[in-house]
């Protein structure tokens, strides 16, 4: 939601061309979210999990709220470069550039997110933190940093999602990012969590599903928002590990 | 193993998680009313056997009889119905309650009241809490803890909370009682206690006990038969003085090399 | 007289101080405060339920607006009168026999309560074998999923356009008994031995199993138990404000009950209580952010949306800087304040729990 906003308000505002306001927006929600790690996360790493999660519910609540106060809750209409949206005639067909582009660039952003998370130092620490942190810390990795960068990256990747989403569907209003972040934790549990293949693979296997139910049964429309929600019930009571996640044993 | 009957047998027990044999083939049988031991180096299966034991792994292979009846696959709570309560080897207290809170919460699998009972305030129910409050603290009396009944049970020194855990354990009212690494982190004079406390809790609750230990003077001291297990595989089996001879014992501890030096 | 009797007076005493101070409320309040004193009593209940779930059971569920929907739906659907049902289902005539079923307003909460637990039931079974924040997004994912299928099921809860005009019913004499009755149950199953199993389960799973506690069957218990409970402030809600729509029972709903659990104290039940007071007066007062205000000769404008941002920065800031809340895990009971006037030498200074 960030991420469009600060599109929205980039051109608006600076009138900056829009590669340039989307660049900008992408690095300002990045900062963003490296910010709300260091107040709202970084204070409760060694606190129970749940209570991180009550801190993120609150940011998530806090973040949305204000934008209604700062950018106000009337949904607007934002400009789509023409070249997105002009429909392109190859003889009968007719393509909308955005419906190539938008597939080109997540494949793109999620190879990037591969190579980072598998070929390079801080992805190694990356995956070494989540087995186990505090011996991490001992091997010398700045834990706070690194969770800092990955908080960053991932603030990126929604920041451009949503300025994506937006694409699609123009009009944004505060609250837009909440159904479908909810339906990106679904992805994620849905492709396992831990495995960065199976989150995409996760969220492509939602969105068909979602689309594909409401086309064969047209009079459940009005439950679409349901699938997602019916969908991880049964992942998580059929294979809690997801698609291609790793399992968890406890030891005693 | 003859004499008297076996009060836990294990035929075959096999534990394999993925492509990792934790536990291989293993055989025992727990004579009723006695102290044993089963002892081996760091990983080589102990707990898992206990975990087998208690439910809380269900086997790969193999079967496990308590008092006749075929244990296998049963769940936790079922386990510890049936008499087989233990102990862990690292602390588990339920550290936000009191310490009598602590054994109260044992005492719960033999209660007979339903918990609609509670709000209905029923004088049934509340002989039974009664009742289950003073069998605590009793308990709590024997382990010589009674006098920080109130006291969070996390503010316990590390021995007093071992005793607290086998308190705990003690208020199942088992039949058989596992004690996993009891010794640990005690220093001789605390484990010559815990050696006459064992005996004592044995004669004085009509207990079998199996004990997972690391400390041989414990171990030697106060069982009277011996499991060696060593990379999941028994290697040996025999009083405490066979044991202490045996051969294969020496090399799974020590290792090769040294047994090797020292004959040299 | 022993501490069992004395404390047996004592809280019929403070009952019917609650009484007398509700008369006098009653006579010489004005209509607002009368409905905030209603809030919190409804709000107290809802924490209650939650805490059990949540603070006591260490079940972390994120499902409570979607039974307080069912609670809602059911009590209204019990005391609206017939005739003003059949000219408000516009979407689709309401199915019989919901269209002619009636019933005092006590039964129809109590159903209200019945049925959340009944569908708490059907979806604790297979839910709760997961655990911490899975168990969190499931049974936020059911919530969401009673809501739309509320929005749905137009011929019983007339759709996307909600119930208006319910009897307000719920005057400050049946939310606060309510209060009472759901106090007195929780806290008579908190205090037993029962209550010691459910922290047992909150505190280690592990052990508790292995000492002989069926968790799965007290974990679906307390789900239950506290889905009824949830309902129950739900039907009273809806008896309250006097109108219900899906739309009233998303996340935010849940959230909100979330941080009064928070904020009193989870696994405390005078905390719930206390919480209840301090967030419906906070929520409230912190109306006046969002209106114009007049200082001096200066007008400083209302600026919409300003109080949520507040709240849940009050939210993030209890959860950084004092996790317990109010409370805490402890009890203000007869016995603690009784130990506070006296001056014995083993009392416990650390306020630990006491019965």
Same mark, same amino acid.
């Given at each position: 939601?960030?991420?469009?906003y600060f599109?929205?308000f980039?051109?608006?505002?600076?009138n900056l061309?829009w590669?340039?306001?989307?660049?900008?927006?992408i690095l300002?929600s990045s900062f963003?979210?490296?910010?709300?790690?260091?107040?709202?996360?970084?204070?409760l790493?060694s606190a129970?999990r749940?209570?991180?999660?009550i801190?993120?519910?609150?940011?998530?609540f806090f973040?949305q709220?204000l934008?209604?106060?700062i950018f106000?809750?009337?949904?607007?209409?934002?400009?789509?470069?023409a070249?997105l949206v002009?429909?392109?005639?190859?003889?009968?067909i007719?393509?909308?550039?955005l419906a190539?582009?938008?597939?080109?660039?997540?494949l793109?952003?999620?190879?990037?997110?591969?190579?980072?998370?598998?070929?390079?130092?801080?992805?190694l620490?990356?995956?070494a933190?989540?087995?186990d942190?505090e011996t991490t810390?001992?091997?010398?990795?700045?834990?706070?940093k690194?969770?800092a960068?990955t908080?960053g990256l991932?603030?990126?990747?929604?920041?451009?999602s949503g300025?994506?989403w937006?694409l699609?569907?123009?009009?944004?209003?505060?609250?837009?990012g909440?159904?479908?972040?909810?339906k990106?934790?679904?992805a994620?549990v849905?492709g396992?969590?831990?495995?960065?293949q199976?989150?995409?693979?996760?969220?492509m296997?939602?969105?068909?599903i979602e689309?594909?139910a409401?086309?064969f049964f047209?009079?459940?429309?009005?439950y679409?928002?349901?699938?997602?929600?019916?969908?991880?019930?049964?992942i998580l009571?059929?294979k809690?590990t997801?698609?291609?996640?790793?399992?968890?044993?406890?030891?005693? | 193993m003859?004499t008297p009957?076996?009060i836990?047998?294990?035929?075959?027990?096999?534990?394999?998680?993925?492509?990792?044999?934790?536990?291989s083939?293993?055989?025992?049988?727990?004579?009723q009313?006695k102290?044993?031991?089963?002892i081996?180096p760091?990983?080589a299966?102990?707990?898992?056997?206990f975990?087998?034991?208690t439910?809380?792994?269900?086997p790969?292979?193999g079967?496990?009889?308590f008092d006749?009846?075929?244990?296998?696959g049963?769940?936790?709570?079922?386990v510890?119905?049936?008499?087989i309560? *233990?102990?862990?080897?690292?602390?588990?207290?339920?550290s936000?309650?009191?310490v009598?809170e602590?054994?109260?919460i044992?005492?719960?699998?033999? *209660?007979r009241?339903? /918990? /609609?009972?509670a709000?209905?305030?029923l004088?049934?129910?509340r002989a039974?809490?009664e009742s289950i409050r003073r069998?605590?603290?009793d308990?709590?009396k024997?382990v010589?803890?009674? *006098?920080f009944?109130?006291?969070p049970?996390?503010s316990?020194s590390y021995g %007093?909370q071992?005793?607290?855990?086998?308190a705990?354990?003690?208020?199942?009212?088992?039949k058989?009682?596992?004690?996993?690494?009891?010794a640990?982190g005690?220093?001789?004079?605390?484990?010559q206690?815990?050696?006459a406390?064992?005996r004592?809790?044995q004669?004085?609750?009509?207990?079998?006990?199996?004990l997972?230990?690391?400390?041989?003077?414990?171990?030697m001291?106060?069982?009277?038969?011996i499991w060696?297990?060593?990379?999941?595989?028994?290697? %040996?089996e025999?009083?405490p003085? %066979?044991?202490?001879?045996?051969q294969?014992?020496?090399? %799974?501890y020590?290792?090769e090399?040294?047994?090797k030096?020292a004959?040299? | 007289?022993?501490?069992?009797?004395r404390?047996?007076?004592?809280?019929?005493?403070?009952?019917a101080?609650?009484?007398?101070f509700l008369f006098?409320a009653?006579?010489?309040l004005?209509?607002?405060?009368?409905?905030v004193?209603n809030?919190?009593?409804v709000?107290?209940i809802?924490a209650?339920? +939650?805490?059990l779930?949540?603070?006591f059971t260490g079940?972390?569920?994120?499902?409570?607006?979607?039974?307080?929907?069912i609670?809602?739906y059911?009590c209204a659907l019990l005391?609206?009168?017939?005739?003003q049902?059949?000219a408000?289902?516009i979407?689709?005539?309401?199915?019989?026999?919901?269209?002619?079923?009636?019933?005092?307003?006590?039964v129809?909460?109590?159903?209200g309560g019945?049925?959340a637990?009944?569908?708490?039931?059907?979806?604790a079974?297979?839910v709760l074998?997961?655990g911490?924040?899975?168990?969190?997004?499931?049974?936020?994912?059911?919530?969401?999923?009673i809501?739309v299928?509320?929005?749905n099921?137009?011929?019983i809860t007339?759709g996307?356009?909600?119930?208006?005009?319910?009897?307000a019913f719920a005057n400050i004499?049946?939310?606060?008994a309510?209060l009472?009755?759901?106090?007195?149950f929780?806290?008579r199953l908190?205090?037993s031995?029962?209550g010691n199993?459910?922290?047992?389960i909150?505190?280690d799973?592990i052990a508790?199993?292995?000492?002989g506690i069926?968790?799965?069957?007290?974990?679906?218990?307390?789900?239950?138990?506290?889905a009824f409970?949830a309902?129950?402030?739900?039907?009273?809600?809806?008896?309250l404000?006097?109108?219900?729509?899906?739309?009233?029972f998303?996340?935010v709903?849940?959230f909100?009950i979330l941080?009064?659990?928070?904020a009193?104290?989870l696994g405390s039940?005078?905390g719930s209580?206390?919480g209840?007071v301090?967030i419906?007066?906070?929520?409230?007062?912190l109306?006046?952010?969002?209106?114009?205000?007049?200082?001096g000769?200066f007008?400083i404008?209302g600026?919409?949306?300003?109080?949520?941002?507040?709240?849940?920065?009050a939210?993030?800031?209890?959860?950084l800087?004092r996790?317990?809340?109010?409370?805490?895990m402890?009890e203000?009971?007869w016995n603690? +304040?009784?130990s506070?006037?006296?001056?014995?030498?083993?009392?416990?200074?650390k306020?630990?729990?006491?019965?």
């Amino acid at each position: 939601m960030l991420g469009a906003y600060f599109v929205f308000f980039g051109i608006a505002l600076f009138n900056l061309p829009w590669g340039v306001a989307v660049i900008g927006a992408i690095l300002v929600s990045s900062f963003c979210g490296i910010l709300v790690d260091r107040v709202a996360y970084k204070p409760l790493r060694s606190a129970p999990r749940i209570s991180a999660l009550i801190s993120a519910i609150g940011v998530s609540f806090f973040i949305q709220n204000l934008a209604i106060v700062i950018f106000g809750g009337i949904p607007r209409p934002v400009a789509r470069p023409a070249w997105l949206v002009n429909v392109i005639r190859v003889g009968d067909i007719r393509i909308l550039p955005l419906a190539i582009v938008v597939p080109i660039v997540t494949l793109l952003l999620v190879l990037g997110l591969l190579w980072i998370v598998y070929r390079t130092k801080p992805g190694l620490a990356m995956r070494a933190i989540s087995k186990d942190i505090e011996t991490t810390r001992l091997m010398g990795v700045s834990v706070n940093k690194i969770i800092a960068f990955t908080f960053g990256l991932g603030s990126a990747l929604a920041a451009a999602s949503g300025i994506m989403w937006a694409l699609r569907y123009p009009q944004i209003q505060p609250f837009m990012g909440l159904v479908p972040g909810l339906k990106a934790f679904i992805a994620a549990v849905l492709g396992g969590i831990g495995s960065i293949q199976g989150a995409v693979i996760g969220g492509m296997l939602l969105g068909l599903i979602e689309i594909m139910a409401v086309a064969f049964f047209p009079h459940l429309s009005g439950y679409r928002d349901a699938f997602a929600f019916v969908l991880l019930i049964v992942i998580l009571l059929l294979k809690p590990t997801g698609l291609m996640g790793e399992k968890l044993e406890d030891k005693i | 193993m003859t004499t008297p009957a076996a009060i836990l047998r294990t035929e075959n027990l096999t534990m394999r998680f993925g492509g990792l044999t934790a536990v291989s083939n293993f055989t025992i049988d727990v004579p009723q009313g006695k102290i044993v031991g089963l002892i081996g180096p760091n990983g080589a299966g102990k707990t898992t056997v206990f975990n087998m034991v208690t439910g809380f792994y269900r086997p790969t292979e193999g079967r496990i009889f308590f008092d006749g009846q075929d244990i296998t696959g049963l769940q936790p709570h079922m386990v510890c119905r049936s008499g087989i309560s *233990r102990t862990f080897q690292n602390i588990r207290l339920f550290s936000n309650e009191t310490v009598l809170e602590n054994v109260m919460i044992g005492c719960h699998v033999r *209660r007979r009241s339903k /918990w /609609w009972m509670a709000p209905l305030g029923l004088p049934s129910f509340r002989a039974e809490e009664e009742s289950i409050r003073r069998k605590s603290m009793d308990l709590l009396k024997s382990v010589g803890l009674e *006098r920080f009944a109130e006291e969070p049970s996390a503010s316990l020194s590390y021995g %007093a909370q071992r005793r607290l855990e086998i308190a705990r354990a003690l208020a199942t009212d088992p039949k058989f009682l596992l004690l996993d690494e009891p010794a640990a982190g005690m220093n001789p004079q605390e484990s010559q206690e815990l050696m006459a406390f064992i005996r004592n809790i044995q004669k004085r609750f009509d207990l079998t006990i199996l004990l997972i230990e690391h400390d041989m003077k414990v171990v030697m001291g106060v069982c009277e038969y011996i499991w060696v297990l060593d990379y999941g595989v028994k290697i %040996a089996e025999g009083n405490p003085d %066979a044991i202490q001879s045996d051969q294969k014992v020496i090399v %799974a501890y020590l290792g090769e090399e040294y047994v090797k030096y020292a004959e040299s | 007289m022993n501490a069992r009797v004395r404390n047996l007076i004592l809280n019929g005493l403070l009952i019917a101080a609650l009484g007398a101070f509700l008369f006098w409320a009653q006579n010489n309040l004005d209509g607002y405060k009368i409905q905030v004193l209603n809030l919190i009593a409804v709000n107290a209940i809802l924490a209650l339920s +939650l805490n059990l779930i949540y603070g006591f059971t260490g079940m972390f569920s994120l499902g409570h607006a979607g039974f307080m929907a069912i609670g809602a739906y059911v009590c209204a659907l019990l005391i609206l009168p017939a005739a003003q049902k059949q000219a408000m289902w516009i979407l689709e005539p309401l199915i019989w026999p919901l269209s002619v079923i009636n019933a005092p307003f006590f039964v129809a909460v109590f159903s209200g309560g019945l049925i959340a637990a009944f569908f708490a039931l059907l979806i604790a079974i297979p839910v709760l074998r997961l655990g911490g924040d899975y168990l969190g997004i499931a049974t936020l994912g059911f919530s969401e999923i009673i809501r739309v299928v509320l929005t749905n099921l137009s011929f019983i809860t007339n759709g996307a356009l909600g119930i208006k005009g319910i009897p307000a019913f719920a005057n400050i004499w049946w939310n606060y008994a309510w209060l009472v009755l759901t106090v007195f149950f929780i806290v008579r199953l908190v205090n037993s031995n029962f209550g010691n199993v459910l922290k047992a389960i909150r505190d280690d799973e592990i052990a508790a199993k292995n000492m002989g506690i069926n968790t799965f069957f007290y974990r679906v218990l307390s789900f239950t138990i506290g889905a009824f409970f949830a309902g129950i402030g739900g039907a009273l809600l809806g008896s309250l404000i006097t109108t219900i729509d899906p739309m009233m029972f998303r996340f935010v709903l849940t959230f909100n009950i979330l941080m009064i659990a928070v904020a009193g104290g989870l696994g405390s039940i005078t905390g719930s209580i206390l919480g209840s007071v301090v967030i419906t007066i906070l929520l409230e007062w912190l109306r006046f952010v969002e209106n114009p205000m007049v200082i001096g000769s200066f007008q400083i404008p209302g600026v919409p949306g300003m109080r949520m941002v507040i709240f849940s920065l009050a939210l993030i800031l209890i959860i950084l800087f004092r996790r317990e809340g109010i409370m805490g895990m402890r009890e203000i009971t007869w016995n603690t +304040l009784f130990s506070l006037g006296r001056r014995s030498p083993e009392r416990n200074d650390k306020g630990g729990e006491t019965k």
